[in-house]
């Protein structure tokens, strides 16, 4: 349990795809790994357009702003 709730800030930090993980940072001192399966049902809303172009780009999705 990492404390996730509705609104809750976070910042995705690494995507590990051979360990099916997703590493996030909840503030600056607290960090968790989940897994891809579980990171897949979170609704993500992005603070602004330079983070949504950084995480296509990680993920090879292609998307219109």
């Not at 609104?7 to 600056?28: C, F, M, N, S, Y």
């Not at 607290?30 to 579980?38: E, M, N, Q």
């Amino acid at each position: 349990k990492v404390g996730l709730r509705p609104g809750k800030r976070l910042r995705v930090t690494a995507r590990d795809e051979a360990a099916d993980t997703l590493e996030i940072e909840l503030d600056r001192n607290r960090r968790a790994s989940l897994g891809l399966r579980a990171a897949g049902k979170i609704f993500v809303m992005f603070d602004d357009i330079t983070e949504r172009t950084k995480a296509a780009a990680a993920s090879g999705s292609v998307f219109s702003p």
